[in-house]
């Protein structure tokens, strides 16, 4: 949202609102971790990183209701299973904070407490990396 905004406030390449959205997503999002990529292209040469970005923000909101479903099934094997292939490709795109609440979701006991604070963490912090993908893809597309 924080990123929309400041899209929508400034067209300029350069200034406040541009260095508040690299901050921000310099928070969320580990851009080094993507540059390991920068090398790697696509068969039909497009940019291999928009891809990766393009398939994670496709496919993490389904993993995430299946976990918000696997709780609420108490399916604890399905849950932790999805939590640990989000956690996988939350990792492999500099998504730390994401990876960590996935983290604490395999290894947290079957409390629901512990579960839902988890759940919702982690739909808090993907909102945050969605964000931040979104600034990244833009930027790399200019």
């Known amino acids: 949202m924080l990123v929309e905004q400041a899209a929508?406030?400034?067209d300029e390449t350069s200034g406040p609102l541009t260095t508040a959205t690299a901050?921000?997503?310099n928070d969320v999002l580990d851009v080094e971790t993507l540059k390991a990529f920068e090398k790697v292209k696509s068969e039909d040469g497009s940019d291999f990183v928009i891809e990766?970005?393009?398939?994670?923000?496709?496919?993490t909101p389904q993993r995430i209701q299946a976990i918000r479903e696997a709780a609420f099934e108490k399916e604890w094997?399905?849950?932790?299973r999805t939590a640990h292939t989000i956690k996988g490709s939350s990792s492999t795109l500099g998504l730390h904070r994401v990876a960590q609440v996935c983290q604490e979701l395999e290894v947290t006991l079957s409390s629901n407490d512990a579960i839902d604070g988890l759940v919702q963490a982690l739909e808090?912090?993907?909102?945050e990396?969605?964000?931040?993908?979104?600034?990244?893809r833009k930027r790399r597309l200019q």
């Open 8 to 10: 929508r406030l400034s």
């Open 23 to 25: 901050s921000i997503t």
């Open 52 to 59: 990766l970005i393009d398939l994670y923000l496709e496919g």
């Open 77 to 80: 094997v399905l849950l932790k």
């Open 124 to 127: 808090s912090r993907f909102a």
């Open 129 to 136: 990396a969605r964000e931040a993908l979104i600034a990244e």
